[in-house]
């Protein structure tokens, strides 16, 4: 299997001039809104009409997998604990269900690689991945399975009449893989990518470290193939979003992204598809520091910045109301003709 995204289209410039025009023509000061103003632009853009239409169904995939890495102590939590909350997502008790609900939006979750069996496992690509500082993650196959299956839950989600899409992570361990792909895509150090992730104390820091600085000098070989870096540093589950975000960008979709995993995934994703960022809006800047460093690569402003960690997409789901909020302005906010108020001297 050979992976390759067809180009992708960038989002439609003349319909963001006009959402430009729009704005300027509004009952506000030129650029009041600041911020809000460049996210209906984007909007309008992606969605190639201006005024911008409301979304109607947000949709956030939620990529659950297993790291061997976990077994070397980089995590303050047990492995076992990744299958058990892929119940608690069904079961809606999860902080992304409560933040999707006062959003707007809906939430479905994949076993990709979940190291035990869970009720949504047909998609299961293996069970764990390869411990990443001494072994591949993955072999070449699998990898390109993953990839594939995150570019099939993007055409089934956009094709079932997902406007707006969020990928969120959910494994024990992901985020040294994660620091692993920002540092080697970046040239950053070990040291500046590695974070607290679900609250290690020093000497899990330092275990953590080293994992990571091993796991590196096994990627940057890899560095001009992005399928193999996946297989070699990475796990199903981010290979998988991966494909996912391309994927999206490729069927023309706006995705709102979250935090240091999905980062990480979105740094591989715009090696597979270029251009794919143009897509793609920051949710937040985590608190993991390899995120900022993959915000930065991507040149992405992030929406909030809240000191959140917890993956699942619950920082993207947090920032879709501002995004909703910027497409209502843009599409129902008054013009000075239309309101009857004077425009600026």
């Avoid at 009409?49 to 979304?55: I, S, Y």
Wanted: charged share 20%; aromatic share 4%.
């Amino acid at each position: 299997m050979t992976i390759v995204f067809p180009s992708v289209e960038p989002p439609n410039e003349d319909v963001r001039r006009q959402a430009v025009a729009r704005h300027a023509a509004l009952t506000k000061p030129a650029g009041s809104l600041g911020k809000l103003e460049e996210l209906g632009v984007w909007v309008a853009a992606c969605q190639g009409e201006c005024p911008p239409r409301p979304f109607t169904r947000p949709r956030v995939v939620v990529f659950a997998g297993d790291h061997g890495v976990a077994r070397h102590g980089v995590s303050a939590y047990p492995a076992e604990v990744t299958g058990q909350m892929v119940a608690n997502f069904l079961a809606g008790g999860a902080a992304v269900n409560v933040l999707a609900t006062v959003a707007g939006a809906t939430v479905r979750v994949v076993d990709v690689a979940v190291d035990s069996d869970t009720a949504v496992g047909d998609h299961k690509v293996r069970r764990g991945s390869g411990s990443i500082d001494r072994e591949d993650a993955l072999t070449r196959e699998e990898a390109e399975r993953a990839v594939e299956l995150g570019r099939r839950l993007a055409d089934e989600e956009v094709d079932g009449g997902a406007d707006v899409l969020v990928a969120g992570d959910m494994g024990i361990g992901n985020t040294t893989p994660a620091a692993v792909l920002i540092a080697a895509l970046t040239g950053a150090e070990p040291v500046a990518v590695v974070g607290r992730g679900t609250g290690i104390d020093d000497r899990g820091w330092m275990r953590k470290t080293a994992a990571i600085r091993d796991a590196l000098r096994r990627a940057r070989p890899v560095l001009d193939d992005p399928v193999q870096l996946l297989a070699t540093a990475s796990g199903a589950d981010l290979a998988a979003i991966a494909g996912f975000l391309a994927q999206a960008a490729v069927r023309r979709t706006p995705v709102v992204l979250d935090g240091v995993v999905v980062g990480a995934a979105a740094l591989v994703a715009e090696e597979l598809a270029p251009g794919a960022r143009e897509w793609w809006v920051a949710g937040h800047r985590s608190a993991e520091p390899a995120h900022a460093l993959a915000l930065n690569h991507l040149s992405l402003e992030p929406l909030l910045d809240f000191d959140l960690r917890l993956g699942e997409g619950s920082g993207a789901v947090a920032a879709l109301p501002l995004v909703a909020m910027a497409t209502k302005v843009l599409a129902e906010m008054a013009t000075f003709d239309g309101a009857g108020v004077s425009g600026p001297a």
